[in-house]
């Protein structure tokens, strides 16, 4: 089945539409998901809503949204209402606020990835895109579009086009005001443990660029032969459970006693940190 674009529309650049459309990066897990299924015949059950006071059943079209005050409190939100915040949603016509330095850009927060190319449905789309994306792999700089929306039912946020070798990709990143912390402290430099993490990397593991195609989905091969074996109704062989946890480790302590027990070529060093921290 060929990919289904996620949006469909123009990037305006020096005013001049750039006509893509936008494909997930990723396949969908929708696909993975299984029926919840009924015991008596095995076949898919259906969903009724029902009011949370008299307990009667509730026509979905009959339905309305409401924010929550507090436990016990809702207040109906008109209809009216709910069009006029969604009114700049869902655009089909995006613009380059600016452009940036695309090592400025806090890509680690992206909450999505996409593949955009030429909108075959419009003719010579293809020149355009390929200006774009030769300008930006040159410049080094990603170009960035404020409230981007593919769609009513998700929320703007920051879009950022850059290039890599394969073409443009776009970057989907929150708002700062949707940011949130993580519990505990900011970790203290330590030298002297950074010093020893780089001779233990460099004696005991490959530090060679990374290779995303030498790494393989077990859980998707082991998930469909399970399946296919149920399907077929033989047996499914299960695996013992995993071990129990263990308590965390002196990771400095065994990464000091690795390195005092390293060969002078490394080799055997991973093992000795694996045996020391286990």
Not at 138 to 144: E, G, K, L, S
Request: charge should be negative.
């Amino acid at each position: 089945m060929a990919a289904r674009a996620a949006w469909t529309g123009a990037i305006t650049f020096a005013g001049f539409p750039i006509h893509v459309q936008a494909y997930n990066a990723t396949k969908s897990k929708n696909g993975d998901s299984f029926k919840t299924v009924c015991p008596c015949h095995g076949q898919p059950i259906k969903q009724q809503l029902v009011c949370g006071v008299s307990g009667e059943q509730v026509e979905r079209g009959s339905t309305g949204k409401a924010i929550e005050v507090s436990k016990t409190q809702h207040v109906r939100v008109p209809d009216e209402t709910l069009d006029a915040i969604a009114q700049n949603e869902s655009t089909g016509s995006v613009e380059v606020e600016r452009f940036a330095p695309l090592a400025s850009v806090p890509l680690a927060l992206s909450q999505g990835s996409f593949r955009l190319a030429p909108n075959g449905k419009v003719p010579g789309s293809d020149q355009p895109v390929s200006i774009l994306w030769n300008g930006l792999r040159a410049t080094q700089r990603a170009a960035i579009i404020e409230g981007w929306t593919p769609r009513s039912s998700t929320a703007p946020a920051v879009l950022v086009v850059h290039a890599d070798e394969d073409g443009l990709v776009g970057n989907v990143l929150p708002f700062v005001g949707d940011l949130q912390s993580a519990p505990g402290e900011t970790p203290e430099v330590n030298e002297q443990a950074a010093a020893m993490f780089t001779q233990v990397i460099e004696a005991s593991y490959s530090t060679e660029s990374f290779d995303h195609g030498a790494y393989v989905n077990h859980y998707g091969e082991r998930r469909a032969r399970m399946l296919e074996q149920v399907i077929a109704g033989e047996p499914v062989t299960v695996s013992e459970d995993a071990p129990a946890t263990t308590p965390v480790p002196d990771l400095m302590a065994a990464m000091n006693a690795a390195l005092e027990a390293a060969p002078p070529t490394g080799k055997k060093a991973g093992k000795k940190v694996k045996d020391a921290v286990a």
